[in-house]
T-cell receptor
């Protein structure tokens, strides 16, 4: 079974430029998450989708960040314009929902963004 | 407000010995807890979890202990192996909320 796929793996852009990240979750996983991980910190949730619906976007900086999950499968996270402080690893995760092991989330490899 | 804290940024253990990673939380509403392991340039991978109705869960070399009164959990790895060298994150959540709060991580190094 394929895991969570993310692209690109690395991205270097100048500040004020736009950038987009793409995520393909594990087949059958209805819940999709976007996290941001700053250096030396744990992942922090940006947005959570249940199918096509964004059910928790309280931590998403909506002035410059946007996300979409068309057809309830793939998702795109966009930053426009990027700022120096946006440099981080952006992780996508998906989950099936509650299982015997709890709400296990499966993570992709992440996109390392560097804003110069 | 850091609801989940891992106060040790790094830990070094000799191969074959026990590794103990610690995690503290402040939100008494958390009722399930997970440990994730992360290698460089990879995403975190699930390791083991525990519900608040239990105080111990074991899976092979990995055991998680939960002390609800102290709001503390720990991950024991025994015996430690070189492949266990990674960053370990603890995470906490509330059943039904499907939202995890992660600690800052502890870098474990297993020395031969």
């Amino acid at each position: 079974e394929a895991g969570v796929v993310q692209s690109p793996r690395y991205k270097i852009i100048e500040k004020k430029q736009p950038v987009a990240f793409w995520c393909n979750p594990i087949s059958g996983h209805n819940t999709l998450y976007w996290y941001r991980q700053n250096l030396g910190q744990g992942p922090e949730l940006l947005i959570r989708y249940e199918n096509e619906e964004a059910v928790d976007d309280s931590q998403l900086p909506k002035d410059r960040f946007s996300a979409e999950r068309l057809k309830g499968v793939d998702s795109t996270l966009k930053i426009q314009p990027a700022e120096l402080g946006d440099s981080a690893v952006y992780l996508c995760a998906s989950s099936l929902g509650p299982t015997d092991r709890g709400y296990e989330q499966y993570f992709g490899p992440g996109t390392r963004l560097t804003v110069t | 407000d850091q609801q989940v804290k891992q106060n040790s940024p790094s830990l070094s253990v000799q191969e074959g010995r026990i590794s103990i990673l610690n995690c503290d939380y402040t939100n008494s509403m958390f009722d399930y807890f997970l440990w994730y392991k992360k290698y460089p340039a990879e995403g975190p991978t699930f390791l083991i979890s525990i519900s608040s109705i239990k105080d111990k869960n074991e899976d092979g070399r990995f055991t998680v202990f939960l002390n609800k009164s102290a709001k503390h959990l720990s991950l024991h790895i025994v015996p430690s192996q070189p492949g266990d060298s990674a960053v370990y994150f603890c995470a906490a959540g509330i059943q039904g909320a499907q939202k995890l709060v992660f600690g800052q991580g502890t870098r474990l190094t297993i020395n031969p």
